[in-house]
């Protein structure tokens, strides 16, 4: 299970994503790989994110010039 935070601000004339993830993982996945499979999947959602605002006109405000920046702590 995790609890996660994002964070939309402004950030010049586009919009900067702030993701902070706190998680106890039940899922029996271990080891070395765990972090890096986690860190694919949330990937993978930030780039569906990315994908539906670059698919919305460009007059709805900070969707020309989405920046994702993801924050981590392992």
Not at 26 to 49: C, F, N, S, Y
């Amino acid at each position: 299970m995790s609890v996660a935070t994002i964070e939309f601000a402004k950030s010049g004339d586009g919009t900067a994503l702030t993701w902070t993830e706190h998680g106890a993982y039940l899922d029996g996945i271990d080891g070395v790989q765990a972090p890096a499979l986690r860190e694919e999947g949330t990937a993978e959602m930030l780039d569906g994110l990315a994908r539906y605002l670059t698919a919305q006109p460009a007059s709805r405000p900070g969707t020309d010039d989405f920046r994702v920046a993801v924050a981590s702590e392992q």
